[in-house]
């Protein structure tokens, strides 16, 4: 499973080290609360063209929080996006590649059990850590730029964001959206991952699926950042 970390680590170490990385914003912007739904801007829909990035918002500023309809449209923008079908292919294909679950077989068959399973861990986490977890707990599944500071100070941040999200109501508390919803999915993928229901198993795949969200964290806070040295773009809060 570790295979999913290894562009996201390449791109951390990239960014860390580029002073591109580092925005000239000098404070963070303070949440509060002005009424029910949502008008900030978004961020792009993908990064690198296939990871979907629908629940990033460039800052705190202004903070609006979600209504249970817009959580759920997050999840399933994220779900059924053409670049998750992708990733769940991709996966599904190495895990045939390694016969990582003998149970599922070999050819055309096989193939489209290790895709089905791929494809459903990522729906089934996308739905339990954006949408039914945060609408129970009042807690905002969207993941807000710091896009201010040190290179390595933003990923401590984007690291961090794993484990501390933002109530509706306004604060922050512990992450129990991201850390419970993925140990439901890890949960709810015994049911189809027959090789592969013990204990430890369980644990080890709940600590992958938490450091990919990390990961996932580090290229959302510095996306904009690496398109704008892609793009040979100037920093926008440097053009005067």
């Not at 077989?105 to 039914?132: N, P, W």
């Not at 009042?138 to 990923?155: A, C, K, T």
């Not at 690496?226 to 053009?239: L, T, Y």
Request: glycine residues 12%; contains cysteine.
């Amino acid at each position: 499973m570790n295979h999913r970390i290894i562009l996201p680590g390449l791109l951390l170490a990239i960014c860390a080290s580029s002073s591109p990385c580092q925005e000239a914003s000098s404070a963070p912007a303070q949440p509060g609360v002005a009424g029910t739904g949502s008008s900030q801007p978004r961020s792009d829909g993908r990064i690198l063209g296939i990871i979907p990035n629908y629940r990033t918002f460039p800052s705190l500023k202004d903070y609006i929080p979600l209504k249970a309809s817009e959580k759920f449209k997050i999840a399933s923008e994220d779900s059924f996006d053409r670049g998750t079908v992708v990733m769940g292919a991709a996966f599904g294909g190495l895990g045939q590649l390694t016969n990582a679950n003998r149970s599922f077989g070999q050819g055309v068959a096989g193939y489209s059990r290790y895709f089905g399973a791929s494809y459903g861990d990522l729906v089934i986490g996308d739905y339990m850590t954006e949408a039914v977890l945060p609408t129970l707990l009042h807690q905002d599944p969207r993941y807000f730029r710091r896009g201010w500071g040190s290179g390595w100070s933003r990923v401590g941040y984007a690291m961090g964001q794993i484990f501390r999200t933002h109530r509706d109501s306004g604060g922050t508390q512990f992450n129990y959206s991201e850390v419970l919803g993925n140990s439901a999915a890890v949960a709810i993928s015994n049911a189809y991952y027959a090789d592969n229901r013990t204990a430890g198993n369980a644990l080890s795949k709940l600590g992958v699926q938490l450091g990919v969200d990390m990961f996932g964290n580090i290229l959302k806070e510095f996306w904009p950042d690496m398109q704008r040295k892609f793009r040979h773009n100037p920093d926008p809060h440097k053009a005067h």
